[in-house]
């Protein structure tokens, strides 16, 4: 059994270029290059190769009986090709990258609308150098001072508040 001969590039040139930076464009049409001369002298050699014509070896070396016995070893030599063991995992493989590749994508759209939302909401608020602090107060509930519900110390940085905890020991517990 013989290997299957590749005519054609499995590589879509034009889709891995859109993807290329800009500062490695130069390595990515050097390696472009190599892979066509390689291409291009694979080509240039025959499917299968030439037929011996023992015929013209038997009449040209003196010593009777070579030719033949060298015709016998080469039409006996087998060259086996291992099975492909390895394809049902790397498709297997592939597929599982492939969902999680749509899982990635279908969660960054997710975000993507989270963030739109996000945007549109600081789009629709005063500027914040128009704002007073009753305005960020209501714009931003969360962080904003509030002196009666939760009275902070100056400076008024969670670092500097009676029961602030360091990260490092949070993460500790």
Do not use: C
Request: charged fraction near 30%; glycine fraction near 0%.
């Amino acid at each position: 059994m013989a290997a299957k001969r590749i005519t054609k590039s499995a590589i879509n040139w034009t889709a891995l270029s859109e993807r290329v930076p800009e500062s490695q464009r130069t390595q990515f049409l050097a390696f472009k290059a190599k892979s066509d001369t390689y291409l291009r002298r694979v080509m240039a050699n025959p499917e299968t190769p030439p037929a011996i014509d023992w015929t013209f070896y038997k009449s040209k070396v003196p010593v009777p009986g070579m030719v033949e016995e060298f015709q016998k070893q080469y039409t006996s030599i087998n060259i086996p090709y291992p099975p492909d063991t390895v394809k049902p995992q790397l498709d297997a493989l592939e597929k599982e990258i492939k969902q999680d590749i749509e899982k990635f994508k279908s969660e960054s759209n997710a975000r993507i609308e989270e963030y739109k939302k996000q945007l549109a909401h600081l789009a629709s608020l005063i500027p914040y150098d128009q704002m007073t602090m009753e305005d960020y107060r209501d714009a931003f509930p969360e962080t904003a001072l509030d002196p009666i519900n939760r009275p902070t110390m100056w400076p008024h940085t969670p670092e500097e508040q009676h029961d602030y905890v360091p990260k490092d020991v949070q993460s500790s517990h």
